[in-house]
């Protein structure tokens, strides 16, 4: 990723583990400092969103592992940019509301 690589997560328990501790440590990866209970803020969290329904509305949905990465990538590869765009776009007004609401949930 480069030198100037900074780790984004959104403070879930399991991002928090000792065993995900040592391996951020272990391959030399700055995590970003992040508000608790802020997730709103995280714009993956909008694309997994986008993802977990179009998974949801398969018709065959995957069962293993192996179909859910294959179903994972593709969904990704016809996610519209569009998408992507509307998220980064609504980064400076999520902020925005997040300071209004003192960091409690927002409806994004």
């Known amino acids: 990723m480069g030198l ?5 997560d959104d403070n879930e328990p399991c991002h928090r583990t000792v065993a995900a501790e040592h ?3 272990s ?5 970003m400092d992040w508000p ?3 997730p ?3 714009p993956i969290e909008q694309v997994w ?5 179009r998974l949801a509305a398969c018709t065959l949905p995957p069962v293993t592992i192996r179909e859910l990465r294959l ?7 016809t996610m519209p940019q569009e998408l992507i ?5 609504s980064m400076g007004r999520r902020c925005e509301t997040c300071l209004v609401v003192r960091g409690d949930h927002i409806p994004y």
């Open 4 to 8: 100037q690589f900074l780790f984004m």
């Open 23 to 25: 391996l951020l440590e």
């Open 27 to 31: 391959e030399d990866i700055e995590r």
């Open 36 to 38: 608790a209970r802020s």
């Open 40 to 42: 709103d803020l995280n």
């Open 49 to 53: 969103d986008f993802l977990g329904r």
């Open 71 to 77: 179903a994972l990538q593709d969904e990704w590869a």
């Open 85 to 89: 765009d509307t998220v980064i776009l």
